[in-house]
């Protein structure tokens, strides 16, 4: 079982950064993918990125080159770093965790939620 807690969201301005972090519980947390969704209203959750257990990472393309995602295995803890941040991104953001890359796209926990809100 492994249990995911997002921190970090809020309001920024457009053109603004913000650090997602997402805590785990778990000792098996280095052996999981890890990975980023956000929603926004009346959207289908959509993937963001995604990081291996040995740091490969993997972006969606609408998110590439302005999102980073990380992790610290001695922390439990996974960070999306969201740069040049645009209205559109505007959503509820998800951590999410799978056994392996292969599978982050369906993954088997979720977090709650931080919301990140971009002003105009």
């Known amino acids: 079982q492994v249990q995911l807690v997002e921190s970090g969201g809020g309001l920024v301005q457009a053109g603004g950064s913000l650090r997602l972090s997402c805590a785990a519980s778990?000792?098996?947390?280095?052996?999981?993918?890890m990975g980023w969704f956000r929603q926004a209203p009346g959207k289908e959750r959509e993937f963001l990125a995604a990081?291996?257990?040995?740091?490969?990472?993997y972006y969606a393309d609408s998110v590439k080159g302005r999102f980073t995602i990380s992790r610290d295995n001695a922390k439990n803890t996974v960070y999306l770093q969201m740069n040049s941040l645009k209205p559109e991104d505007t959503a509820v953001y998800y951590c999410?965790?799978?056994?392996?890359?292969?599978?982050?796209?369906?993954?088997?926990?979720w977090g709650q939620g931080t919301q990140v809100t971009v002003s105009s």
């Open positions: 999410a965790a799978a056994p392996n890359i292969a599978t982050i796209w369906s993954p088997d926990y």
């Open positions: 778990g000792r098996t947390f280095g052996s999981y993918a």
């Open positions: 990081i291996s257990w040995s740091s490969s990472t």
